[in-house]
């Protein structure tokens, strides 16, 4: 019974994350916001992959939006929970590898991107006899 509340809450508490930061890249959050706006979510994500084509890394972007508000909402409807949560972990690693390479590790530990990744592989195996 308690495992149900639990993976509830993990997946609550990820796909929300999720949403803000979508939330931001199209200035939702008004001043005071990491991005603020798509264009500045873009550059980040150039800075990000320097080792791609700025056009790339700029598809890049609008792939991960678009897979973060998919994952989100399946995950906050319980839809494929375990494959999607599977996803949503391999979508914020690469993000953090992202970051690792680019910008070093300790960026990765600022923005809690691994604990983030735990808590999707967590609601992955988290069995409450409904993925």
Known sequence: MFQKYVKLF??????????????DRFGLWGE?????????FLAY??????????????????????LEIVFSICLLVGFKTQLVAKLTACLIACFGLSMTISLGIKSTFDYSVWN???A????????????
């Open 45 to 66: 994500t150039q800075q990000l992959l320097p080792f791609v084509p700025a056009t790339l890394a700029n598809i890049a972007g609008w792939i991960a939006t678009v």
């Open 120 to 131: 999707a592989l967590a609601i992955a195996i988290i069995d409450n006899g409904k993925s």
């Open 116 to 118: 983030a990744v735990a």
């Open 10 to 23: 993990l997946r609550i508490a990820v796909s929300l994350t999720m949403l803000s930061a979508v939330a």
């Open 32 to 40: 005071g916001a990491v991005w603020g706006n798509m264009d500045a």
